[in-house]
């Protein structure tokens, strides 16, 4: 069983950035594709970025590119999504995937965290 942890959320002023991190706790932890997604209320689950298993490869989506910055360390078994300029329409509950099915784009994870509130203030 593969297990991910996220943390590091919290509540930031718009503007701000804050940097959310996800441990992996398995084998062959180089074998997946990582992402976050995100989910606020009423809305739709929805896929933020994604970064290869050797970290040659990321995908942000068109809401967040440019402002988030996606990256692991296969060493570390651990994942960060850096975020900056920090909007209020970005507070959502985050979580940290897996995949080993794909690349980079991640559809349907195969893992998922718990997930960690970002909450972005006006």
């Known amino acids: 069983q593969v297990h991910l942890v996220e943390s590091g959320g919290g509540l930031v002023q718009a503007g701000g950035s804050l940097r959310i991190s996800c441990t992996v706790s398995?084998?062959?932890?180089?074998?997946?594709?990582m992402g976050w997604f995100r989910q606020a209320p009423g809305t739709e689950r929805e896929s933020v970025a994604s970064i290869s298993g050797s970290g040659g490869a990321r995908w942000y989506a068109d809401s967040v590119k440019d402002r988030f910055t996606i990256s692991r360390d296969n060493d570390k078994n651990t994942v960060w999504l850096q975020m900056n300029s920090l909007k209020p329409e970005d507070t959502a509950v985050y979580y940290c995937?897996?995949?080993?099915?794909?690349?980079?784009?991640?559809?349907?994870?195969?893992?998922w965290g718990q997930g960690t509130q970002v909450t972005v203030s006006s």
């Open positions: 995937v897996a995949d080993k099915k794909v690349v980079v784009i991640i559809d349907y994870p195969d893992f």
């Open positions: 398995g084998r062959a932890f180089s074998d997946y594709a």
